[in-house]
């Protein structure tokens, strides 16, 4: 198979436009005859339900959870990146674009980013015009900070909540389209197939979670918005219900899945305190700007921080990185402290955390300042640990965060699969192969307000259409199959429970598929998930019946696909025979430790084909090259 | 520590439901209440318990989704100030306690399985106005309008709501009113909110009098265990929006050629 990228050529500055202005359009009075899927209410989607609905086509919108307004978009905390230089500290939409490519280690297509960084700023006037209420200064001005790894300051925020606000405007605007009567919302849905018809994706099955009946539905284009694959590690910052399902399954209908496992580790995470433990929660990387990370000097020094003198403590990111200090990217900054922890100098009972100190800029500041800044982060962290940070230092160690890997996609955010969209973070675009912080809320509503409307629309007005609805066999079929599906989870021998399957699994991915990773243990991990597959589909205890709300049953879906996407991860992290990015094959790195890339052999996207169950799928590759922002070895020293 | 569950099972919408008592040995202070529900789930499970596992629902465990919610002896979210179920920890509790767990009562929040309810009434209450019609593409420059401050930092305060419906449930009445009025203060405190203002408070009030909720009569409960600290002073704030929409009756311009 040739992958066909269609990224425009000639100056980057115009691509965009350039392509926009070559797009067909749909004519006003047709565009209620198109139906459109949106699969997912987050940033990404509830943005292009609400915009494609507003344009006029006929739009049906799905999401797992009881409303729109929860998809997990809501936890982003820190902020959104924009190039607006509202600071005039000599931020510009190519510093922001060559900023991206460089964070993402090289691994990212210039012509997205670009066009990312390009509609930054419609981003922010669009949110404020929602009534999305960003800090402000006294003068009455958007507020900026700067953010983990970035010089400028460019990220707009909403005290700890961006990502709350951002999704409640975006939700409001589909409400009013809902109200309009443009849009259909299905909450409480989750879509388990997609239908291809003459080789188009035409619709997709879902089970109603409320009741268990299993609903198909027709459209001219389906787009999923279904966000990231974090929870395949068990533990991770994601919300329980965020799963791989949707883009998988799509995956299996003929969708190519690119670079499976390039994932990020997020550096400040609360430590994981017990085995009952079901999630992580993330301090907000801000929080670097004022605290400094340190460990004592000594291996095994067990005294409690505060008996620790000055001299005794390592500040090693501000040792090994004095350029950016406290501020180096997180993929650099997590593996630090995982080089800490193996060292034997890692704090707290079980050995597994780092020091997030706060007295100085609390002497420095005042903690008034500090409690300005960060108050409902100490607040939350007060919460979950029941140590007060204004007064002890915060342990904090790395948890998985955030997946750059998806579908692969086109410019045009479609996927191989004709008429199958695909935005936000479950597609594999614009991040390479490490996301800078406050960049997925940027693009997910780069994707969803302003990218994605204008690729549908061209997509339909240059495609011809057959009449389709659900009786058609296709949908029977894939009916079938999800039916299916769920008698043998129903009816496997009851041995083993689902979240059982899922911290084993969540163990493996972690071991040996998470900040370091090498050929032996790859090799062992996909041995071992294969069998665990097998173990799963014959055991599973999987209660009650199809009929009903079933919160195990749905449990045992996702996990299923996530033990499928599991095995993936490590043959495409076998596969890469570099470092880049998140993805640090132990084998190579530079004599510093440092991550070492190989240009001339893996500049490329890996996007891996489905070949059938139980086959392993074929790689295809899609070359990358930087006419603009020249590949250079990451240094943050 | 050794903690004693009574909790609320039933079926479905339909069915009768009724209290079950559980144990739920080995319970660790560091545990959020709803570990200590998976460790009871998971228990339920392996000894193929007839009820199965307590369904209740859940999605950030992070107090920012809204997902969760229920009743911890008789008090929502279980009553530490500013802590959604999720962000509450068992050493809040002590070795022996007996604990009851009931969903939401609320007409308008039917409950769907033990402790999950369908709060669907509450999107159809933001639907009915619940922002400014700004459409994609049509927004001026961020900063073209200046914004005080204390005025920006009003309507975030509102707008922090997370629309878990605490509020209701502790209501003796189920109003609605702390919920509707922290997103018409939220955008009622705001430039670009005001346009739609009066408008925006009739119809978000009438399509909550709509619903089965029940009205207002100050008691203040709500804002008692509002997890994220909406005030009663929002409430004040609908009351004389929508008192001024009425009184103006005129017919509303926005409903000419809306949809
Ligand atoms: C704790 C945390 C903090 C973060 N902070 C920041 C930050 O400060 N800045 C930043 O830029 N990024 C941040 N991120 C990342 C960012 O929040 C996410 O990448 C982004 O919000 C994803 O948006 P999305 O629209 O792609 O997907 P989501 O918001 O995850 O939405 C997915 C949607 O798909 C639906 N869905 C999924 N599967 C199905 C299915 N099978 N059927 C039906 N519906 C389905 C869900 O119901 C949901 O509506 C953070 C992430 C986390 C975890
Ligand atoms: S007002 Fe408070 S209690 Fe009511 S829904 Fe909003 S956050 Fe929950
Ligand atoms: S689970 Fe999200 S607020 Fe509790």
Known sequence: ?637 | MRITLNVWRQKNTNAAGAMKRYEVPNVSPDMSFLEMLDVLNEDLLEKKDADGPVTFEHDCREGICGSCGFMINGVAHGGHERTTVCQLHMRHFKDGDDVVLEPWRANAFPVLRDLMVDRAAFDRIIASGGYVSVSTGSAPDGNAIAIRKLDSDLAMDNAQCIGCGACVAACPNASASLFTSAKIAHLGHLPQGQPERLERAKKMVDQMNNELFGSCTNIGECEAVCPKGIRLESIAMMNRDYARASFMERPSTGEVGFG
């Open chain 1, 1 to 637: 198979m040739e992958l066909n990228s269609r990224v425009p050529s000639g100056d980057i500055t115009t691509r965009w436009t350039r392509t926009k202005f070559d797009m067909k359009l749909v004519n006003p009075a047709n565009k209620r005859k198109h139906s459109v899927i949106v699969v997912g209410s987050g940033l990404a989607g509830a943005a292009a339900a609400a915009t494609m609905g507003e344009l006029g086509y006929n739009v049906k919108c799905f999401c797992f959870q009881d409303s729109p307004r929860r998809a997990h978009s809501i936890a982003a905390q820190g902020g959104i990146n924009a190039a607006k230089n509202y600071q005039n500290d000599g931020d510009s939409i190519y510093r922001l674009f060559y900023d991206t490519v460089k964070g993402g280690d090289f691994r990212a297509r210039e012509s997205n980013v670009y066009r990312l960084a390009e509609i930054s700023v419609n981003i922010i006037d669009q949110c404020v015009a929602q009534g999305v209420p960003f800090a402000r200064e006294y003068g009455g001005t958007l507020s900026n900070r700067s953010f983990g790894g970035a010089q400028v300051s460019r990220t707009f925020y909403a005290r700890g909540q961006t990502g709350q606000q951002l999704l409640l405007g975006a939700y409001q605007a589909l409400e009013r389209q809902i109200e309009a009567g443009r849009v259909q919302m299905l909450a409480r849905r989750e879509m388990l197939d997609l239908v291809n018809i003459d080789g188009q994706a035409r619709g997709i099955v879902c089970r109603n979670l409320t009741t268990g009946a299993i609903e198909s539905y027709a459209a001219d284009v389906v787009v999923l918005a279904t966000g990231g694959y974090g929870n395949v590690f068990y533990l991770s910052t994601n919300a329980k219900g965020s799963n791989v399902t949707a883009t998988w399954r799509a995956h299996k209908r003929g969708a190519l899945f690119g670079n499976p496992c390039f994932t990020q580790i997020h550096p400040t995470c609360i430590p994981v305190s017990g085995d009952y433990q079901s999630k992580l929660t993330l301090m907000s990387e801000s929080l670097r700007n004022d605290g400094r990370i340190w460990v004592p000097l000594k291996a095994g020094d067990k005294r409690k921080a505060a008996d620790i003198p000055e001299s005794e403590r390592d500040y090693y990111l501000e040792r090994m990185y004095p350029a950016f200090g406290n501020l180096v990217p997180r993929d650099i900054a997590s593996r630090a402290a995982k080089k800490m922890c193996d060292e034997g100098r890692g704090v707290g009972e079980s050995g597994f955390g780092v020091y997030l100190d706060f007295s100085e800029s609390i002497q420095r500041l005042g903690a008034d300042k500090i409690r300005e800044r960060y108050g409902n982060l100490f607040e939350m962290y007060d919460r979950i640990t029941g140590e007060d940070p204004y007064k002890l230092p915060m342990r904090i160690y790395p948890a998985v965060h955030y997946t750059m890997g998806g579908l692969w996609v086109d410019y045009q955010l479609m996927t191989t699969v004709p008429g199958l969209f695909c935005l936000g973070e479950a597609n594999f675009s614009d991040h390479g192969a490490n996301r800078l912080g406050a960049s997925a809320l940027m693009q997910g509503l780069a994707d969803g307000y302003f990218i994605a409307p204008a690729c549908v629309g061209n997509y339909l007005a240059s495609t011809k259409f057959q009449p389709v609805d659900t009786s058609h066999s296709a949908f029977k079929d894939a009916e079938a199959n999800v039916t299916g599906l769920t008698k043998r989870m129903l009816n496997a021998s009851a041995k083993r429970t689902v979240t059982s399957f899922h911290r084993d699994l969540g163990k493996l991915m972690w071991e040996y598929c998470g900040m370091a990773r090498n050929e032996k243990g790859l090799k062992l991990a996909i041995g071992k998930i294969d069998a665990l597959r097998e173990e799963f589909w014959d055991s599973v205890n999987v209660p009650g019946t199809g009929d009903e709300l079933n919160q195990s049953l749905e449990n045992a879906g996702r996990v299923a696909d996530l033990i499928e996407l599991g095995s993936l991860m490590c043959r495409d992290a076998l596969a890469r025979e570099e470092s880049c990015g998140g993805h640090y094959r132990e084998e190579h790195q530079t004599p510093e430790g440092e991550a070492l890339r190989d240009d001339e052999n893996y500049a490329f996207v890996s996007a891996w084909q489905w070949e059938g169950e139980k086959k392993a799928q074929s790689l295809v590759k899609e070359p990358l090259t930087f006419d603009y922002v020249k590949p250079s070895q990451r240094s943050y020293k």
